[in-house]
């Protein structure tokens, strides 16, 4: 039997009313895009994220919903909480260059279709963790520098498009130039070219984003933008699981992900969402980086192992990922990641920026190790 089509779904799920009971779930626009693969279906419910501990039933109701329908062998429904940045309750639109404009390098295409790599670009690496605030994007910042000090030429998207961090970590600001052929120009900032939808619409600009608008966000930074050669480009990606991370490993061919994590137990069972995503949809897992893994203390410079550490390089093992080393808690970069002189340009010689670089280094060599893959370009596979 034939698999159903994207549409037949979606008028399915009609049948499924949107919390408060006066439409249904189509309607209020809280189906992504859906993803068909050789029977199998998937896609998410965005929910507004103070309900999302309990819209588990609805998740339930659709998945189910859908499994019923004849040639569906699975149904997999992920809940995508919206999250909302700076104070504004409206979900407004965004401004400027920022708006997403539908366009050919936009459109819903069917699972697991060959993705294209973007012109120039040798390896795109995703920096994910499994929740916010666990220090990813300055992780990511320091890498590229770190990459960049090994002679790679790198640049980095914040496709963290609902709480975008980059332009502050790397003291950019003002709105990227237009490069001629509806091309923008990235950003640079110490020699790391930038984009970021901080800079297109202000970081202080409260936005709510949509599944699709999100897709073609992401869409505008890869192939909207002028990038020139670039050895590797590290995607900064919103904290959590969602159609950030299925779009973009759908559009384009990945080199694969680095997973940062806290050595809390929490952040790691978030971190272990995060690792089991990016296995869905066949992007390698180049390794986990535990962050703020021990306190050294300002005055006397012993550490202290606060937090647990440690507890991301077990938890790799026995994931049988590879462990790409751990970063100390330390004030200077804190410091010197707000504001915007990370700690790679402020102190390249230091005990930090050697950290970052011999991270920098495994990474290099994993993703070389998985490079040959790299450009097939990943197949959606649910299981
Ligand atoms: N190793 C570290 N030592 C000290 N402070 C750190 C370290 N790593 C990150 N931080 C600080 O922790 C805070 C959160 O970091 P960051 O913004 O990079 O997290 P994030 O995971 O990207 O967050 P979000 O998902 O909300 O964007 C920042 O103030 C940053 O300077």
């Not at 249904?24 to 993803?35: A, H, R």
């Not at 409206?90 to 279709?113: E, I, K, L, M, V």
């Not at 120009?185 to 202080?204: H, N, Q, R, T």
Request: charged content about 20%.
């Amino acid at each position: 039997m034939s698999e159903p089509s994207a549409e037949a779904i979606r008028d399915q799920l009609r049948s499924i009313a949107a919390p408060g009971g006066k439409s249904d779930i189509v309607s209020e626009g809280m189906v992504s895009d859906i993803f068909i693969a050789k029977g199998k279906v998937f896609f998410s419910l965005t929910v507004p994220a103070d309900l999302a501990d309990r819209l588990e039933p609805l998740r339930k109701a659709a998945e189910e919903t859908v499994q019923k329908m004849p040639g569906v062998q699975k149904a997999t429904v992920a809940l995508t909480a919206e999250r909302k940045n700076g104070q504004g309750t409206a979900p407004p639109s965004p401004a400027g260059p920022a708006r997403p404009t539908p366009g050919p390098a936009a459109q819903r295409g069917p699972a697991g279709r060959q993705t294209i790599a973007v012109p120039g670009i040798g390896s795109i690496v995703a920096v994910a963790s499994g929740k916010g605030g666990v220090g990813k994007s300055t992780t990511a910042v320091n890498l590229a520098l770190a990459l960049q000090q090994h002679g790679l030429s790198v640049g980095v998207l914040d496709a963290d498009v609902y709480g975008p961090s980059i332009p502050r970590l790397l003291g950019l600001s003002g709105k990227p130039e237009m490069a001629g052929d509806k091309m923008m120009k990235p950003m640079e900032s110490y020699g790391i070219k930038a984009i970021s939808m901080g800079l297109m619409v202000g970081e202080d600009t409260p936005m709510v984003w949509r599944g699709p608008m999100v897709t073609q966000a992401l869409t505008q930074m890869l192939r909207g933008v002028a990038w020139g050669e670039l050895d590797m480009l590290i995607v900064d990606m919103p904290p959590g699981t969602g159609d950030v991370q299925l779009s973009l490993a759908q559009q384009v061919p990945m080199a694969g992900a680095v997973i940062v994590s806290t050595p809390q137990d929490l952040a790691l069972l978030d971190a272990r969402k995060g690792l089991n995503m990016f296995r869905k949809v066949e992007v390698p897992v180049l390794g986990i980086i535990e962050n703020m893994s021990l306190f050294v203390c300002p005055d006397c410079g012993a550490s202290h192992s606060i937090f647990g550490h440690g507890g991301a390089k077990a938890e790799a093992e026995k994931l049988g990922v590879p462990f790409l080393g751990e970063v100390p808690l330390q004030m200077a970069i804190r410091e010197t990641s707000d504001a915007g002189k990370p700690v790679l340009v402020g102190d390249p010689d230091g005990a930090e920026s050697t950290i970052y670089r011999q991270i920098a280094q495994r990474l290099v060599e994993e993703v070389e190790g998985v490079g040959a893959q790299g450009n097939e370009g990943p197949a959606i596979v649910f299981e």
